[in-house]
C-alpha cells in the first residue's frame, strides 16, 4: 500500500519536529556545560593553584589558595559544593577571571564540567529512539552519555 502525499508531508514533518527537539537538547546541553568547561578547556593564561577547603555551606565551599608560580595570591576563593569538596580536600583549580570563584581542574573538573551534556545526550537519546526511530543512534548517544555520568561520579 503505497502512501499518500500527506502521509509524507506528516512522517517529515515530525521527523522534523523530533530532529529539532533532540537538537535543542543537545544544544542546551553544550550551552549549560560550556559555562564552566570552557575554563578549562582554554585555561592558557589563566590563574591556576590550588585549593584546601576550610569550610562548606549549602552550595559553597571556601579554602585557601596557593596559586602556583606565575599566578598572585588570593585570602580566599570559594568553589561550587557540587564538586564533591569536604572540608580538608586539596585539589587543583583555576579562577573565573575577575572573581574569587574556582573551578576544579584536571579529569575530575573536566568530566564534571561536561555532566550537563552527558545528561543532555541521555535525554536526547530517547527522543533519537522513539521519535525518529533510529535505534543505533540512539544507544550511541544515550550510553555515551551514561558513559559520562558514570565517569564523573567515579573521578569525584
Given amino acids: 500500500m503505497k502512501r499518500s502525499s500527506s502521509q509524507r508531508v506528516v512522517l517529515a514533518g515530525r521527523r522534523f ?3 529539532l527537539v533532540a537538537l535543542v537538547l543537545l544544544v542546551a546541553g553544550v550551552w549549560s556545560s560550556w559555562d564552566a568547561a570552557h575554563h578549562i ?8 593553584g590550588t585549593v584546601t577547603v ?3 555551606g549549602g552550595e559553597r565551599c571556601t579554602g585557601r589558595y596557593e596559586p602556583d608560580a606565575t599566578s598572585p595570591a588570593r585570602a580566599r576563593v570559594t568553589v561550587e559544593r557540587s564538586v564533591a569538596a569536604e572540608e580538608g580536600d586539596r585539589f587543583p583549580v583555576v579562577v573565573k577571571p575577575g572573581t574569587d570563584v574556582v573551578i576544579r581542574t584536571g579529569v575530575p ?3 564534571h564540567a561536561w555532566m550537563p551534556f552527558g545528561g543532555a545526550m541521555v535525554l536526547a537519546a530517547l527522543v533519537i529512539g522513539g521519535g525518529l526511530r533510529m535505534p543505533r543512534t540512539a544507544w550511541g548517544a544515550g550510553v555515551a552519555g551514561a558513559a559520562l555520568l ?7
Fill in 109 to 111: 573538573g573536566f568530566l
Fill in 150 to 156: 558514570v565517569a564523573t561520579f567515579v573521578a569525584l
Fill in 41 to 48: 578547556v582554554l585555561a592558557k593564561g589563566r590563574e591556576h
Fill in 54 to 56: 576550610t569550610e562548606c
Fill in 17 to 19: 519536529a523530533m530532529g
